[in-house]
Nanobody, 127 residues
């Protein structure tokens, strides 16, 4: 079992930046693939980014490439999402997720790949 707690959300103007954090409980964090997803009101959950155990494999949704950066610090049991040049369309609840599986570029973008989810943190980008 692993528990995930996101933080760092808030209200920011378009063009601004935020860094989300996701702290995980447990001593096996380094064996989990970590992902970020988001869900805007009235829309389906959307993949944002994923990172493998040691960070050697990373994938992004096309909509955030070049603006968002996922990273992890296994010593701190934390995964981050640095979000730059934010746009109003980035407004959503952002969730981190964990999967104790082998990384797969295709599968790691799917919500069903993940076993554990955080409660989410709201990101609002004003125009």
């Amino acid at each position: 079992q692993v528990q995930l707690v996101e933080s760092g959300g808030g209200l920011v103007q378009a063009g601004g930046s935020l860094r989300l954090s996701c702290a995980a409980s447990g001593r096996t964090f380094s064996t989990y693939v970590m992902g970020w997803f988001r869900q805007a009101p009235g829309k389906e959950q959307e993949f944002v980014a994923a990172i493998s155990w040691a960070g050697g494999n990373i994938d992004y949704a096309d909509s955030v490439k070049g603006r968002f950066t996922i990273s992890r610090d296994n010593a701190k049991n934390t995964v981050y999402l640095q979000m730059n040049n934010l746009k109003p369309e980035d407004t959503a609840v952002y969730y981190c997720a964990a999967a104790q599986k082998i990384y797969s570029s295709g599968r790691s973008s799917m919500p069903r790949f993940y076993d554990y989810w955080g409660q989410g943190t709201q990101v609002t980008v004003s125009s």
